[in-house]
């Protein structure tokens, strides 16, 4: 079943957001801009604060790097993620490898180490144009591993 967030309902959630960017040439320097206002956007939407939402970005192309964790106490604040996501995307490479970033989020992102919350809900987003380089039946496996953990 799927669940959907009303956008003026957000600044109430008290959320572990997680963020999986595609950063791959495909997505093009022209729109690098564009994704970038589009994931400060969809932050601003929400209270990040050290009792509110928590976000954790990860960014993915022929590798995946998680730049901060659900529990950094430097990202507790919108403006700390608005800096996070502008200072960290910067360049483009390639292939796309969503199954790396899966894989990443499943074993570092979403886990109680990282700073993942008992009693708080957990929500992942992937920012994404297209396929992956390998395409791999494991991707469901990886989503619905995170999924159970929720």
Do not use: W
Not at 80 to 108: C, G, H, S, V, W
């Amino acid at each position: 079943m799927a669940r959907f967030l009303i956008l003026s309902d957000t600044s109430k959630c008290k959320l572990d957001l997680g963020l999986l960017v595609d950063t791959t040439k495909s997505i093009t320097n022209a729109n690098l801009p564009k994704l970038k206002d589009s994931l400060v956007s969809l932050v601003n939407q929400f209270n990040v604060s050290t009792d509110g939402t928590h976000v954790s970005l990860e960014t993915f192309e022929k590798k995946s790097t998680l730049h901060n964790k659900f529990n950094d106490d430097l990202y507790h604040s919108n403006k700390a993620i608005d800096d996070l996501i502008t200072y960290n995307i910067t360049k483009l490479d390639q292939p796309t490898r969503l199954d790396k970033a899966l894989k990443m989020a499943r074993e570092f992102m979403f886990r109680d180490e990282s700073g993942q919350r008992a009693g708080v809900r957990s929500a992942m987003v992937l920012y994404t144009d297209g396929r992956s380089h390998r395409d791999t039946e494991d991707f469901i496996l990886d989503v619905e591993a995170i999924k159970v953990r929720q």
